[in-house]
């Protein structure tokens, strides 16, 4: 097996160079889920020093297992750098400070070329400053805020304005958002993958992409910094971006989504809430009523009832009363016939 460094004849068994000490074999390495490769290990020090690949970035050779590439051997090349024609080694901290032209070319070790030092992770780019001071914006040709600049990139990610908006900072001169020195040139989408882990960053292009090829849905979560929620890809900034001509089954459908009103929840609830006190009064109230019915139809059966009995006890006295004086009567009747003389029996003669 031959090094692509060296150009050294290996044993095909050899993991490493037996001459420069390289790893041998082809490396791929994953994109955006996607396998790439075949790449020697020159190339894929190259395109860490681009800034292609990260720390993070998932990497292997053949017959070895997916590591990262921070986990890598080739990790501990990278951080061996060199400047062209000067054979000292610099760690990265080292060679940033010593703040090299933008134009000198700059490797580490393994790597078969040089970069111009404004071409590698060495270089850092100068960072846009974002004046802290209020913006208006013009909306149905009213001038609204004042808004600090992140809120316009909120309302711009928003698809609230769009690149040809009018701002100005203050009582300067208004111009086109996109011509401000606010408007963002570079913008990082992350897609919502669902359990799956987020993917991204992606760039606008990219994101766009993959909506025209049908991976992303209207409804598809997606995020930017300057947001401060996901929102769907139909509401964002993206919309602006998609293809003039796509095909009918491709255009987005307008959303039926409502937006979320905490306060109309609340109101929602409290309506039930009042809704069913009041059913459960009601409620209340009628069982009561029910009870206080029946109490009194059984007063009114009691009151009738001791009324008929009443009226059979004094049935029955009368009766008594009438059974008394028949029994006085029958007694008295009895002693007036017993005081009466007996009548003698007289015999005659024949």
Same mark, same amino acid.
């Given at each position: ?317 009368? #009766? =008594? !009363? @009438?059974? /008394? *004086?028949?029994? $006085?009567?029958? +007694? %008295? #009747? =009895? !002693? @007036?016939? /017993? *005081?009466?003389? $007996?009548?003698? +029996? %007289?015999?005659?003669?024949?």
């Amino acid at each position: 097996m031959k090094c692509d460094y060296c150009q050294q004849e290996n044993n095909a068994s050899d993991d490493f160079c037996t001459h420069c000490g390289m790893p041998l074999g082809q490396w791929y390495y994953l994109e955006n889920g996607q396998e790439q490769g075949p790449l020697s290990s020159s190339d894929v020090l190259t395109l860490y020093c681009k800034g292609q690949l990260t720390t993070e970035t998932i990497l292997y050779r053949e017959q070895h297992a997916r590591q990262t590439f921070e986990q890598s051997v080739l990790y501990g090349y990278a951080q061996k750098w060199h400047i062209l024609e000067d054979d000292a080694t610099y760690t990265q901290e080292e060679i940033q400070a010593l703040q090299l032209d933008e134009n000198t070319n700059v490797f580490v070790e393994g790597m078969q070329e040089s970069l111009p030092y404004n071409q590698t992770i060495l270089f850092e780019k100068p960072v846009l400053e974002v004046p802290s001071v209020d913006w208006f914006y013009q909306k149905d040709e009213q001038w609204m805020g004042p808004v600090q600049a992140d809120s316009l990139l909120t309302l711009y990610l928003q698809n609230e304005i769009v690149e040809d908006t009018l701002v100005r900072n203050g009582q300067q001169e208004a111009v086109s958002y996109a011509s401000s020195s606010i408007y963002p040139q570079t913008l990082e989408w992350y897609i919502d993958q669902g359990k799956k882990e987020d993917a991204g960053p992606f760039s606008t292009e990219q994101a766009v992409a993959f909506y025209v090829q049908q991976e992303m849905e209207p409804d598809t979560l997606v995020w930017a910094e300057g947001l401060e929620e996901w929102i769907a890809f139909e509401e964002s900034a993206l919309m602006r971006f998609l293809p003039e001509e796509m095909p009918v089954e491709q255009m987005v459908q307008p959303s039926t989504k409502q937006p979320f009103n905490k306060w109309k929840v609340a109101i929602i609830a409290l309506s039930v809430l009042l809704v069913t006190a009041i059913g459960v009064d009601v409620y209340l109230w009628r069982v009561k009523a029910n009870h206080m019915a029946q109490v009194e139809v059984s007063e009114e059966q009691l009151e009738s009832d001791i009324n008929d009995l009443q009226d059979e006890i004094d049935s029955a006295k009368e #009766d =008594l !009363e @009438t059974s /008394q *004086k028949n029994n $006085k009567q029958n +007694k %008295k #009747d =009895l !002693e @007036t016939v /017993q *005081k009466k003389p $007996k009548k003698s +029996k %007289k015999r005659h003669r024949c």
